[in-house]
């Protein structure tokens, strides 16, 4: 679906966010350990633009592409891509709490797409691309139905993210990770996520590195 919509938005120029299947391995394991650092869970959109915008955040340490909130074992991006495994394309957010708290990278969440978009973000349309907020205990439910509840009066329609419980991230495939430092000139990366990425600059330059 994604590169069908994107195609037709943006062709003959798009590649989109499903062009490198050579390398369909999946990560064995994170891309680094970090000790004493907090985890957030997030989905919105394509994990691509997602993870190109936290990584740029101050007290962000890594961020991990994957898989959830759905129902399946294991999903494969193949198999998430129907829509028929409930998960969302998700990051895992490894991020020092003494830099930058999970309140604020709430606020980059929402301040970082288009709030009322239901099931997809931009061009990416499907449930594979809907908004999920994970939280992991009540202080953090708290916190993104406090933010949820502030933002709404600002909007004529329903803001769309979903606020689920963390249950489990599935990491993606080793090629999805870092995939706009890889490949910076990929046009995908060129016309959905570096705009999306300039746009939040512009909301929040503070957080940035």
Same mark, same amino acid.
């Given at each position: 679906?994604?590169?069908?919509?994107?195609?037709?938005?943006?062709?003959?120029?798009?590649?989109?966010?499903n062009?490198?299947?050579k390398n369909?391995?999946?990560?064995?394991?994170?891309?680094n350990?970090?000790q004493?650092?907090?985890?957030? +869970?997030? /989905? !919105?959109?394509?994990?691509?633009?997602?993870? &190109?915008?936290?990584? #740029?955040?101050?007290?962000?340490?890594? %961020? =991990?592409?994957?898989y959830?909130?759905?129902h399946?074992?294991?999903?494969? +991006?193949? /198999? !998430?891509?129907?829509?028929?495994?409930?998960? &969302?394309?998700?990051? #895992?957010v490894i991020y020092?709490?003494? %830099? =930058?708290?999970?309140?604020?990278?709430?606020?980059?969440?929402?301040?970082?797409?288009?709030?009322?978009?239901?099931?997809?973000?931009?061009?990416?349309?499907?449930?594979?691309?809907?908004?999920?907020?994970?939280y992991?205990?009540?202080?953090?439910?708290?916190?993104?139905?406090?933010k949820i509840?502030?933002?709404?009066?600002q909007?004529?329609?329903?803001?769309?993210a979903?606020v689920?419980?963390?249950?489990?991230?599935?990491?993606?495939?080793?090629?999805?990770?870092d995939?706009?430092k890889?490949?910076?000139?990929?046009?995908y990366?060129?016309?959905?996520?570096?705009p999306?990425?300039?746009?939040?600059?512009?909301?929040?330059?503070?957080?940035?590195?």
């Open positions: 679906m994604k590169y069908l919509v994107f195609l037709l938005l943006f062709a003959p120029l798009a590649i989109a966010c062009t490198d299947k369909t391995k999946k990560v064995s394991s994170e891309k350990t970090y004493n650092m907090d985890t957030a +869970y997030l /989905a !919105s959109g394509c994990f691509w633009c997602v993870e &190109a915008i936290y990584e #740029k955040v101050k007290g962000v340490k890594e %961020v =991990v592409s994957g959830s909130g759905g399946t074992k294991n999903p494969t +991006y193949e /198999a !998430s891509n129907t829509g028929k495994t409930g998960h &969302a394309e998700a990051v #895992k020092d709490s003494k %830099v =930058v708290s999970f309140k604020t990278l709430v606020d980059i969440y929402f301040a970082s797409q288009n709030v009322t978009q239901v099931n997809g973000q931009g061009p990416d349309r499907g449930s594979q691309y809907r908004s999920i907020v994970f992991q205990n009540d202080k953090e439910k708290t916190i993104i139905e406090n509840k502030s933002l709404q009066p909007y004529e329609k329903p803001i769309a979903e689920k419980p963390f249950e489990k991230f599935w990491i993606a495939e080793e090629y999805h990770q995939y706009k890889k490949h910076p000139k990929n046009r990366i060129q016309n959905v996520s570096n999306r990425f300039e746009r939040f600059k512009a909301k929040m330059p503070e957080v940035l590195k």
